[in-house]
T-cell receptor
Framework: DGGITQSPKYLFRKEGQNVTLSCEQN?????MYWYRQDPGQGLRLIYY???????QKGDIAEGYSVSREKKESFPLTVTSAQKNPTAFYLC??????????????FGQGTRLTVV | AQSVTQLDSHVSVSEGTPVLLRCNYS??????LFWYVQHPNKGLQLLLK??????LVKGINGFEAEFKKSETSFHLTKPSAHMSDAAEYFC???????????FGSGTKLNVKP
């Protein structure tokens, strides 16, 4: 089945540690995204990538980093510089948006908790 | 500029009664509009999307939404709520530049037996 796989589902991190969230898709989509979800705030864009080896900052990129070495993979690293990392993180993908009618497909999310 | 306002953070209905979740948007361009549903600790699933083909859009699980340009609205409706509809719903607008999906803050739907 085609889809987006995020792992792990739950992740605990000690303060001061970096942690990497995995996102893999087998939909052959060019575009991939990372969103952060906090209660009552909807989804906020962290980073996005249109093609391999290219990515752009979203609205809340500070304290995060990404890479896009393969089309199917877009890992997100939450660094120790992120002041409030506890949140639910969602990865998404879409076909290249040559028109804006295409929707995003979402993974099941990773809940990160700083302990 | 693009933005989305979901007018109710919480909606509570009884099973078998109609559902109305309200969404207003702002867009500098002809928008595409989407409704997604999210069950607890899950990803988002597309319910339906408006792509200018028809103003009344039918989605999965009996949901519909009507695009009203004059009112800049895209309200989500369902004639009869089911217990399994209890979830959080997001209205999303996109514009004609890459990646820009604008999310509303969500509406939590509670369905009472």
């Amino acid at each position: 089945d085609g889809g987006i796989t995020q792992s792990p589902k739950y992740l605990f991190r000690k303060e001061g540690q970096n942690v990497t969230l995995s996102c893999e898709q087998n939909l052959n989509h060019d575009a991939m995204y990372w969103y952060r979800q906090d209660p009552g705030q909807g989804l906020r864009l962290i980073y996005y990538s249109q093609i391999v080896n290219d990515f752009q900052k979203g609205d809340i990129a500070e304290g995060y980093s990404v890479s896009r070495e393969k089309k199917e993979s877009f890992p997100l690293t939450v660094t120790s510089a992120q002041k409030n990392p506890t949140a639910f993180y969602l990865c998404a993908s879409s076909i290249e948006r040559t028109d804006w009618n295409t929707e995003a497909f979402f993974g099941q999310g990773t809940r990160l908790t700083v302990v | 500029a693009q933005s989305v306002t979901q007018l109710d953070s919480h909606v509570s209905v009884s099973e078998g009664t109609p559902v109305l979740l309200r969404c207003n948007y702002s867009s500098s361009y002809s928008p595409s509009l989407f409704w997604y549903v999210q069950h607890p600790n899950k990803g988002l699933q597309l319910l339906l999307k408006y792509t200018s083909a028809a103003t009344l859009v039918k989605g999965i699980n009996g949901f519909e939404a009507e695009f009203k340009k004059s009112e800049t609205s895209f309200h989500l409706t369902k004639p009869s709520a089911h217990m399994s509809d209890a979830a959080e719903y997001f209205c999303v607008v996109s514009a004609n530049n890459f990646n820009k999906f604008y999310f509303g803050s969500g509406t939590k739907l509670n369905v009472k037996p």
